[in-house]
């Protein structure tokens, strides 16, 4: 029915669907600053066609539906990036912190201790009978298994450090999966309908973002609007509406009861970063100062045990523990681990400075050479095993062939590599989510200036409603006047 | 591209903490005074660096060792030159007496100086350095030189037969004015109390009879020409061959002939010490036994005596000659070590610096200019967040 209450039944529905219009743009400007919220927009269409008399009049407006502006390729980019850069960036920290502790920056760490050491050797060597140089050597080799011991309780300490943060991590994740299958019941219900929950989406997004700060993982979402994680590896944590927990036993992580062991299968996040160190970068540190404390214990006490004390007698050892080595068969124990941890001076010599075997036989106090031979091993190459520790596979090594100084410089340069490589890749990340995040706000994010437009827009649109209507008021109360 | 606020937000945070970032950085350069500040900062350098400062740290060691050495050295130079001056004095008095006509007291005279020049020998031959007595080998606990002639144990030869598994000792009271060096050589083998041996005083050279002696547990006489109360026992243990050598040291000398080496470098070891053997000769013929025999010569007016002592003094000059020579070399070495030694600590220095430290103007430069590149970004940030279209749309 055409005529003048049909234009006023179009300028109401102009007017609602504008003051919705107004509702979704201050929805915008409200959550400006909202963390994961996705502008929203009024998609507007015009009412189907009347038709009347041949004629095609158009019966007005209607609110079609509210959509997101949301990005899906940049969403799931930045989640992987995320998970990259969480990695790098709980590596990060336990690195730099390492790298404090080695010290090696002013040569103020283990470096200037075995330095000390061995000068301690040689300032015997000028006076092999002095009880002031031996007392100094036991004191410089005392530090010396101090710094040993320091290093390798930090070590220690970090590695402890490390499962408490993935208990805690697990902890968290196990929440978060929990959350995403909540939301996902309300998504499904909500959409049943039709309609699009876009607020609940976004509190899913950034719920998936923070699990995928924790580990690396893939999404799917499915018809009905739920979503599906899984782990990078493919084990599922969320499946509609059930989620599937992670729980840790011991050093092993166990999913969903299940007692088989899914360590290997957790890569990138902050997850991913821990169990690399926890497992792989810090007992690899861990294996090679002991190897270094145990080759040095191992070559100081066989030349030692061979030696000559002050008083002449023979078979003393420098360095305790003795690692299960035969200083008389020339054999090395088979492991040296855990020397690093307990490196200290043995019996024979602690507090007995005349049991330093500084001579290569009895019968003179001036006979310097068995300790020209221990000062000889700062220069000489020793057979020293590397380990290398990866996570998913036994630990390995190679035997080099180098001095112990050298050993320990290689292993501050790798420490050093490592850091360079993770700071390099940290940058890298940070970079690049922060443009992704650009790209992402630039779809999806809320400009003041453009809302305002809008909002004057619809504004007027609404202005001009009801001045329609004004003029069908006019018009009708003609209409009344005519008599 | 479309902006939005929240983008604007993130880049001003985002570029003002890199920003901070390198602002932090650069002031931790310029208070340290260093370029590594941590491994990861440059892995490389770091393990040059560490590199460099276990040779600096050796070359100091080094440094040290060659100190010792250089005053090791120079005190055994002028224990040289002491005893160089007394052995002038004593050739002096040797050829003034040994032109016959002396009187009486001048000879007394001249004994007493003798007898002051042995005293102070021992005095020289037992010269200190930080408690070390210099001559006595490896035995520097021990005074090099004694004032009286003593048996010293005695020792097997190293080339010795190990049928034998007992020991021989030597005991008993030095009668004679020299030292001497006694060979004991099995002649006959057999058990202790079946072998017999021979004696030589001279360390070989000269033997007497063979199967002189029968070797016993308790102490038998050791001699070839004169008893001088010299006794050896062998303990009952094993078979004596024919060869076995036993060596008894009758001598003032109670250190041995090992020379104390120091290190001079990486594999460089240099030998510091020269031994009472060396400087004073070998016992039997050593210096306190011309000496002795000098004074003994004056005593009894041996004319000839006293002047057969003048040319093992002349050789003695020159030997001390030669070994001053010698520790002059070595002293000259030291010194060209320590010059090659501080050029390496100067060189290694450089390059340590080079490899950690910072140079200041440029980082100051750097810091002003992230200043103000700092400044900057903080200004545009406040005039961006500033802009707003609510003020002007109406």
Redo the contacts between chains.
Sequence with gaps: MAGISSVLNIMREAMMVQQMAIQVTSHNIANVDTPGYTRQMMVLESNPVLLNNRLKVGLGVKAAVVVQAFDRFATQTIQQRTSALSEFESKKSVLDFLQAVFNEADGSGLTQSLQEFWSAWGDLSNNPGGLLERTILLTKATTLTERFRFLYNQLIQMKSEMSGNLRQGLQELNTLTEQVTNLNGKIVAAEAGGTRANDLRDQRNTLIEKISELTAIRTLETDDGSIMVTTASGMALVDGIQSFSLVPQGEEIHWNGDTADIRDRLSGGKIGGWLDLRDAILPQYMANLDELAGTLIYQVNQLHFNGVTLDGSTGKTFFAPNPGDDYEAEVPGPTFSGAAGAIALSADVEGIPQNIAASSASGGSGNNENALAILSLQDGAVDIRKWTYERGSAPSSEVQSLTLDDYYTMLVGDLGLLGEEIDQGWDFEASLVNQLNELRDSISGVNLDEEMVNLMKYQQAFVAASKVIAICDELLRGLMEIR | ???????I???IN?HLSNLTEQLKNIQERIA?E?R?????????G??Q???L??VL??I??YG??IE??SSWLKVTDTALDAIGQLVSRAKEIASLMSTGGTSESEREAAVRSVQGLLDQLVQIGNTKL???YIF??????TPAYTDDLTIRSSSADPGNNPAYTGQATSSGTYTGLYGKQYVVEITTGGAVGVARYRVSENGGETWGPADAFETSTSPTEVYNSTDLGVRIAFTDSGTLTPGDRFFIEVSRYQG?S?K????TG??S?VEM?LTGTEVFGQAGSDLFDVLTELKNALETNDTAGVRACLSPLVQFQSNLTGYRGEVGNRLERMETYKKILSDFDLQHTNRLDEI?GVDLSQLAVLLQLKQTLYESALYSASRILSL???DL?R
Excluded: C, W
């Design positions: 591209m479309r902006i939005s606020n929240r983008a937000y993130r880049n985002f340290t260093r590594i500040n941590k491994p990861s900062d440059d892995p490389i770091t393990t660096a560490l590199r400062r276990k740290s050796q100091d060691q040290k060792n010792g050495g930080n408690g070390r006595s080998g490896y035995r520097d606990d041995d090992e104390i080496r120091i290190v990486a594999s070891r010490n950690t707003n279209s609510t749309l």
